[in-house]
């Protein structure tokens, strides 16, 4: 904590921090001293000097914004003498300035000049001049537009993008008079821009503007504004709507609350239009004849009813399942489960969590007891060392990158391990680039470089790990065959940067580990995270602040999914199916036969659709999935969808797996409804109905409990969201302590107890969430993957996502600037497979394996290695889950996305 | 921005490395490292600060922005006879400008550009030192001084290769 100090201004006695910004505490004292150069969230700039005040013992007019505040300072903030200097200020600047207002942007020169009594031009000094100075235009990004005659070069863009962002893009261009913002070598569209609007939402005269809905907006016709939850990644950033006619027109990021702090990217900002596109799915259809025709809710309800209860009743309550959403809200998914559960009668529910991180989660509740991450985002700004693997955090996370990027700039360590390149490279110490599925090889190696060099924390050994000393021997016995050189062998990393790599984690005062989608979608994803976990632990980089483990998650509320109870293995808060005190706890909360909750684990997503494809799954309830383009072995997940008796599929869209329902329901998008979603760092966060919903579309729980009741079921009478948040609080042991008023203004980490717990923001401080409080070690050694590049398919193609797109892409495939960045499969090869194989960048090409092809275009690239494909898997019309197969991960029943053998050929 | 699209080949990427190298690749040194860009390929194409951008780990925007700041820096190349009209106290009271308007009436091109065909390019420059000889011209090496619109064509005329 700083010292407290006392200051003066304008007569008032006020405490502040010493050393705080003098401009920044007159404000939140209530003294509005004007100023548009500076912002809270960027260095003080010091170029508009609107901000004039006078300093007891200082000579002359100062800006406030460069000044510290100190013991007894006195200020004056308004007289005379500086409301005159203030006015002629924006004279001047007036003089420049294109005053045009059309009414779209927030314009604080404009509200100045009222202030000063300067709108009328008859009341300036200065002639306007701005129509003989030809300002340029740039209208060349797909998202924004910049006019240099409404630019007062107050710097907040450029700051923004460089000390927010981390981006660095934009910067000044000429001098004097005619000096403008420029991006990259002054054509937006063509410089590094990725058009995450930070400038937009910094920009104090509407210079930089957006170009979605520029036409329709009109801010005096705005009719509210709504505080939510975007509804992309697992950051979890805070947007708010502005709603204009009963349309989104605008999301502009919350500033002062976690986790974004005003942030946010491309998507949060401009991937809201798919909420109003006519495509939206507005009636109830029912399959009739092979063809799909709008039906009454009445009908459609008391069919999937009849259906699910005849399957039940014909072939037992096992041949039933039910697929969740990581993109609905906890309330949604907790009834969903609920339903399973109760209507159903068993645990065959799972979501696309199983997809993902479900080896991660696996293997960290075995290690360390949670399966979420131990930090807070916004510690990736402040942790000494950040180890990245198998995670293109730029672009799946944008937003936790932008810490990460603040990090760097303050001298914070990087390393990126993954065989692509991905932008993070370029922020990165160092780039260690295995061989595709050589991790837990590379990962042993430097377990042992660690032991080898004495970088272990014996203490932590001893006091935190189950075992001690003891179990580290056993781990240390394990790793002593992975030398340096063996590991180069199995991995091609040279072993002298991975031993730098293991000396910069271990010798760092504190470390951060983000593991992604590259390490967890493997067959040996599970050993993978348990190799992994074992470097930290010997480390002893967890259980203090800034250290541990995180897993930033890929959607929205994949963590509150699971958290809520959607899965096969756990109840709500993860306590296993088989626990009967929890399930005699649950039957009591939910009013129902304790006898009635099954005790048997159920059915795991990949599971469930095997068990379809051998019949013995008969009837599926799919909720918000698309597993015709996120499962793997996509020809077997047809054919799976085909042998189903009934299958109902409750979406937004027509999707590429509605075809095979037999039931489609309109449900309701993240900004129709009022809930909560959990991101990646266990903040639990308000999600608020901003539109109505079109047509007869419902929300989602609302049509669980309405299917629920006519099976002869009740879920429970809610009047609205929050009573079933408060009762899924009560079912969730980690979230006892948050309730729905709780969270008005801003989230809360589990876990958190009671209600007048603050919530968590660092997991592990004094102890693991295992049953005795310590770590697990758990030595893995490296196997060879079972799939090997052959001679007819000699190629491994990994998958992986891009900014601009999202998921199976049904949302941000809706957006127009989205697509204007992106919106074209690929596949990369390495310059040399291409040239071997006298392929040429663009080529058509046909990708092809035992399990299936596709057809796509060729991008010639250093990015991957030789021998080693990438492709986005967002594209349908290139669906890389073609190539891919279900063999499973024995742990977690993850599948291995990464690791395909395929061919390619030109078409 | 205008600017010719170029390809640079290895030889000059390395040259702009060797340079960046010997300023120790440091992003205060920008302007030193442009300066000695501009002296080995007489002007800065965007490919040329693209490179300098990467060396010196700079926002390439940064690095465009120096570029468009300094007068003294050329996104163009310079012609085959560069010509400099001086625009000198001296030299402007005795009708430099109208010197000037007449190259660029002769040569259909501003300041700052170069002829279509690369001969000539034109620039504008503060004083040589010879303001007894004003208005004065410097054609590549050459002086001309006392120069009126009308010597203009002869001038021109010289560099008839």
Redesign the interface.
Known sequence: MSEKISISIDGKEIAAEAGANLLQVARDNGIDIPGLCYHRRITPTGACRLCVVKVEGQRGLLMSCTLQVAEGMVVTAFDRELQESRRHTVDYLLAEHNDHDDGTYHDELRILASEYDLLDPAQRKVPNIFRSIGYRVDDTSPVLTYDASKCIKCFRCIKGC?EIQGK????????GIVSHI??????WSE??CDGCGECIQLCPTGAIVEKPHRETIKLDQIEKRVKTTCPYCGVGCQIELLVQDGMIVRANGVEGVSPNDGRLCVKGRFGSDYVANRDRLKSPLIKRNGKFEEASWEEALALIASKFSDIKENHGRNALAGYASAKCTNEDNYIFQKFIRIAFGNNNIDYCTRLCHASTVVAMLRSIGDGAGSNSIEDFALTDCLFVTGNNIIETHPVTATYVKQGRAKGMKIIVCDPKWTPLVKYADIWLQPKLGTDVALLNGMIRQIIKDGNTDTNFISERIKGGMEAFEELKELVEKYTPQIVEHITTVPSDIMIRASRMYAEASTAMIATGMGLSQQVTGTHNVFSLINMMLVAGQIGREHCGINPPRGQNNVQGATDVGCSPVNYPGYIPVGDSDNRRRMAALWNVPYEELDAEPGLSTVEIMHAAHRGEVKGLYIMGENPMVTDPDTNHTREALEKLDFLVVQDIFETETTPYADVILPASSYAEKDGTFVNSDRRVLRVRKAVEMPGEAREDWRIIAEIAARMGYSLGSYSDAGEIFDELAQAVPMMRGISWKRIDHQGIQWPCHDPGHPGTSTLFLGKFNTPDGKAVLNPVDYTEQTEKPTAEYPFMLNSGRILYQYHSSTMSRRNKALNDFANEAYVLMNLVDADRLGLRDGDRVRLSNSRGELETILRESTEVAVGELFMPWHFSEAMVNNLTRAELDPYSRIAPFKLSACMVEKV | MSSIKIELRQQDIDKIKEIAASFGNREHELINVLHKCQEHFGYLPAEVQEVVAEELKAPVAKVYGVVSFYSFFTMTPKGKHPISICLGTACYVRGAEKVLDEFKKELSIEVGQTTGNGKFSLSSLRCVGACGLAPVVLVGEKTYGRVAPDDVKNILKEYND
């Open positions: 460089d660095n893009v934009l910067s000044f261009s000429e001098r420029i991006a990259g070598f002054d054509i410089s590094e």
